[in-house]
């Protein structure tokens, strides 16, 4: 307990720690669910006063795809199945693969796979933090 007497606590009342669970990880999306959202691929959930306020991901199984303009449907279709075996070789059954509306493979992708979409139904931008 916090002598602080800010309404929303102090700083010592956060808790980050790694997963320890598929219980705690499902207590993790069962709660943010109630906020309308599903954390992608959490590896540490966040504590405030022992109750669970967040989540993040150190370590998300993401495919970051590129080809030329002008490659027929077919043969992109044989390097998405290409990529699907060696993910699913890696162990992932599940993973994200970016892309941008104005790509010409977003149809494709959009009629193949399903999307993860934020609560408000907004497109999702990914950042890119440098550390060097």
Not at 13 to 35: H, Q, T, Y
Not at 39 to 46: K, R
Request: hydrophobic residues 30%.
């Amino acid at each position: 307990m916090s002598s602080n007497n800010n309404k929303d606590g102090s700083l010592l009342d956060l808790e980050i720690k790694p997963i320890a669970s598929i219980e705690e990880r499902d207590e993790i999306f069962k709660v943010s669910n109630e906020w309308g959202v599903s954390p992608i691929f959490p590896t540490h959930v966040v504590r405030k006063n022992g109750k669970i306020v967040g989540s993040f991901s150190t370590h998300s199984p993401t495919v970051y795809w590129w080809m030329k303009p002008g490659i027929q449907t077919r043969e992109s279709l044989l390097v998405f199945q290409a990529c699907d075996t060696l993910m699913t070789q890696q162990g992932y059954d599940t993973y994200v693969i970016p892309c941008e509306k104005e790509s010409s493979y977003y149809k494709l992708l959009s009629n193949k796979l399903s999307h993860i979409q934020s609560k408000d139904g907004n497109d999702w931008r990914l950042f890119l933090n440098k550390t060097y």
